[in-house]
């Protein structure tokens, strides 16, 4: 798979457990080595970095997690686990404390927090301190994976507020996974749907949402309950994921696939352009692009 | 003896009646009430949503339906009536009717499947015990069972474990459980959270056609407003441990009367809607459950809030709607600007 994150710009991954978004996330990081093609960062290759340049790259390149329960150890107060972020980037200890004030201040979080352990916070406050955790070094990406999973929905939407405005005033590119897609269609410019390790919608927010074309995207959009489209015939996909070590033979998602037809089976559709941005791999919608109905002869 | 409200609900065809319920874990700091006198009942066939945030008590409230209260929680007041027969729900009696009149599917059903025995055994027991089947009528009626929830290969799956199932595999064979005995009250705790969507509308329709195939009622617990409004007739909103709005699912998501619910459908974002540049969401957090609290739980986080929010609480009361109930100085006071217009 293929893809570019600009700065200063949300891109949103979607897709259900095991179609690999954690994964891409960890290989970025460089926490799993890819086994074949790599990652750039401002134009330079990060893949295969080790020791020191591999420290400096992590820098610009923060993760927030799911459960920050994992992420901070639980005998470290904020001001500390902040403070060693601090450190990494090389600024002294006598202004750890200013630095901390200011980064919580940024986190909306009040000040008296900093002497506290992870046990005495909320879910949502701990979520606060891990990303002023990465923001302590001054990241030019941060990886948001499931980072809001976990909280209560008056809670999130606090946290998500909060992550666009340091989106605005710092700059700093989202790569954000979730599998929850009205947060993705609220954070992200970008989407990219995953199915089985890879992408088979990518497109602008407003594209896949608005006008999505893969069948299982637009399966995966229709089973979102919501509250305004209330009793609303549905598609419905029958089946479950496949097993993503042994995935099915051409397209992947063909044996849930209502449209499938017999080349479905056999050739893996590429993901080819579509639209202005929005990109498909679907041999139906494909070849309905190219008005030539490829279908009856195969079907 | 049954009080005039269970004579009345019996009447109403109810399967469950829970009667000014209070939960509490006592503590040397306070009463450590989590659900305060709470009342509502489900009728025959009836599917009720029952929404909140965490520590909003909508957990232990299916907990003290079932009588299983983790100690050193106790039900401190009210009572709980269950079956057709509306029988006083007590830890004794509940020998009677838990897993029969009255099945839980939780979360996870890891952890109400046993780990160590074969599933088509877990299903068998169930059915041998409670309905006195013979060995070979226990086996086909699993196979039945099985079959009905959508389990491609029963007889495989009679001889595996619940490990080697998938998430929504093993939440199908816990429905399959539940409704082994035709249960007139299906509780389902939060069973769609830990799967992916596509597979959550596979199991929520399943739970609306078992509903219906045995006129069973389900009091379906969620977190996800979206959920419960596409599955329930009626909904149930928590708050810190009290029901602060209640009523019919259209009522409720065309003229939320609280100020939480208001918040609740508007702080997750559409999918179909325009979207605004912040979502609307609610200052501060819950407060910590058992702390006893004077007034509205839910004032200091509240725009709306007055003087009089932090000194009474206010009741379930009813505006023009005599479905609709709100626990809300605020709603529908003409001294307040107007929940409803808002």
Known sequence: MSFTLQPGETLGIAGESGSGKSSVA???????????????LGGAPVTNLKGQRLKRFRRRMQMVYQDPYDSLDPRMSVSDAIGEALSVRGLPKTEHAAQVAQLLERVKLPATIAQRHPNQLSGGQRQRVSIARALAVNPEIIICDEAVAALDVSIRAQVLNLLKDIQHDTGVGYLFISHDLSTLRFMADHVAIMYVGRIVEYGTSEEVFSNPQHPYTRALIAAVPSVTRRGERRLKLSGEPPDPGNPPSGCPFHPRCPEAVETCRTERPELLTIGDAQKVACHVVQWGREKTPKTEVTA | MPTDHVELALLNDAVVVVDNLSVAFPSRSGSGEVIRSISFSVKAGQRVGLVGESGSGKSLTARAIMQLIPAPGKISAGEIHVGDDLTLATVASAKKWRGTSVAMITQDPLSSLNPLVRIGVQICEMLRHHRNASRADARRRAVELLNAVGIPNPKRTMRQFPSVLSGGMRQRVALAIAISCNPRLLIADEPTTALDVTIQAQVLDLLEKMSQEHNSAVLLISHDLGVVANFCEEILVMYSGKIVESGPTQDILDGPLHPYTRALLTSVPSMTEELP?????????????????????????????QAICSEINPELRQLDDPFHDVACHAAGDALWPSVRSQ
């Open chain 2, 277 to 305: 540049a912040r979502l609307s969401s609610i200052a501060g957090s819950p407060p910590a459950g058992g702390v006893d609290v004077v007034g509205c739980a839910f004032a200091p986080r509240c725009s709306l809030a």
């Open chain 1, 26 to 40: 960890r290989a970025l990081v460089q926490l799993t080595r890819p086994t074949g093609g790599t990652v750039s």
